[in-house]
């Protein structure tokens, strides 16, 4: 791990509090509740707090990420975000994929409505993860994913 990936987990570690979601019907958008995959991930995540969680259990429940409500997602984005400053393994490259487009502006406006519960601080450092990931992969959706929240935080 890179010393600027340390530094961004330990600001990712400073600006969500470790705390987890307990009802999991809670967790999951209406649309959600019937899916067997979102039902899954709610029942496994809830009751833990994002620290707690297990690498391959987040990498399994990775692509089910977009039915969780603002208030799960905000409880479990920083599991993700610490996930992808991992040094690569054979889950990096998926956690990094399936994070960027969670946190993409191709994916307005729910991610809009997922992230509306984001302080300030969690904004920025989700930001500054966000400007690794672009420098460490040098794609274009990275980059796009950057630049949009770094406007997106000039315009708060």
């Known amino acids: 791990v890179t010393a600027v990936a340390s530094q961004l987990k330990a600001k ?3 600006a969500f509090p470790d ?3 307990s009802d999991w019907e809670a967790m999951l958008l209406p649309a959600y509740r019937p899916n067997d995959e979102a039902i899954q991930m709610a029942m496994e995540l809830a009751g833990h707090g994002w ?4 690498r391959y259990r987040l990498f399994y429940h ?3 990420m977009f039915a969780l409500t603002a208030e799960a997602f ?3 984005l920083p599991a993700y975000l610490c996930a992808c400053l991992e040094p690569s393994d054979r889950y990096t490259a998926d956690f990094f994929g399936y994070t960027l487009f969670r946190l993409s502006p ?3 406006p729910a991610m809009v409505e997922q992230t509306r ?3 300030e601080a969690q904004r920025k450092v989700t930001t500054d993860v966000l400007g690794y990931l672009a420098l460490w992969s040098g794609g274009t959706d990275a980059w796009q994913a950057f630049e949009w929240w770094k406007h997106e935080r000039a315009r708060r």
């Open 106 to 108: 191709r994916n307005e």
């Open 74 to 76: 905000q409880v479990y």
């Open 12 to 14: 990712v570690i400073a």
């Open 51 to 54: 620290r707690a969680l297990a």
């Open 62 to 64: 990775r692509d089910v």
């Open 117 to 119: 519960l984001l302080d």
């Open 19 to 21: 705390r987890a979601c």
